[in-house]
C-alpha cells in the first residue's frame, strides 16, 4: 500500500536511488574511521526524537558497514536500584569514547528531559535541576583536556506518519516487539513530549553542543542526511592506505583438511 504524503512534500525517495547514495555515504564513513583512528579523535553522536521517529534505522544505515571497535552504540536499559542511587549523569560518563572511538548514544541522559519528565519517573525538581545542569556537563566534556565532539540529533515524526508507524507495528508479528510499554502513552501524550521537546531544546541549545532536527517522515531521506551531516560535521580527510597484496597457500604441510570434516556432524542442508 502506498504511503500517505501530506501535500507540498517531496515525493519519498525510490528504493534504488536510496541504497546508491547509501554505499556512497557509507564508503565516506570507512574514510572517517580511518581518520578518527589515526587522529585520536573522540566523537558522541546523541539520537533523541519521538517514538517511531526511525532512530534504529538511522543507526543501523551508519554503522552496517563499519567496525564496532570504532563505531560503539549504546544503549542503556532502564537504570537498577544501585544506578537510580547515583548522580543522574554518573552512569553515562564510563560509555564516553577513549581515542579513535565514536559513540553512539541511542538515547541518553536526554532521558530525564523527555520520558522521565512526561511520564512521571522524576520529580519537576529533578527535571528543572538537569536542564540547568545538563549544559553545563556538556561544555565541560566539550572543552577538557582531549576533549570529545558532541553531536546531537533530535529526529522529528509528524502525527500522522507516528500513528501510522504504530499501526503498522501492531498488524505486524515481525514489529510487534518494537512496541515497548513507552510507546503507546507517546501517542496519548503527543502535547506533552512536545513541551518536554520544546524545553529541552531551548535550555540545551548552546554553541559548545547544539541540537540540530531531522526530519523524518522520509525515513530513507532521513538517513541520507543525517549520515551527510555527521561527515560534514567531523573535520576529516582521507588516509592512506597501503595495497593489500593476498599471500599464496604456503604447501610445504599439505593435507586433505576437507577429508576429515567427512566423519563430523554437519547442519542439516533445509534449504
Known sequence: MAMLQNQGDPPRLKRKAYEKELRKLQARLCLLQDWVKRKGSRIVIVFEGRDAAGKGGVIKAITERVSPRIFRVVALPAPSDREKSQMYMQRYIPHLPAAGEIVIFDRSWYNRAGV?????????????????????????????????????????????????????????PLRQWKLSPMDLP????????????????????????PWYVLPSDDKRRARLNCIRHILDAIPHKEVPRQRVKLPKREMDNAYDDQAVLKKRRFVRAVY
Open 186 to 209: 507517546s501517542r496519548s501524550k503527543w502535547f506533552e513530549y512536545s513541551r518536554a521537546r520544546d524545553m529541552m531544546l531551548k535550555a540545551t541549545d548552546t554553541k559548545a553542543a
Open 116 to 172: 522521565e519528565h512526561v511520564m512521571g519517573f522524576c520529580t519537576k525538581e529533578q527535571h528543572e535541576r538537569f536542564l540547568e545542569l545538563c549544559p553545563i556537563v556538556e561544555k565541560f566534556i566539550t572543552e577538557a583536556d582531549g576533549g570529545i565532539q558532541l553531536i546531537k540529533i533530535w529526529l522529528e515524526v509528524s502525527d500522522r506518519e507516528q500513528k501510522r508507524r504504530f499501526e503498522a507495528r501492531i498488524n505486524d
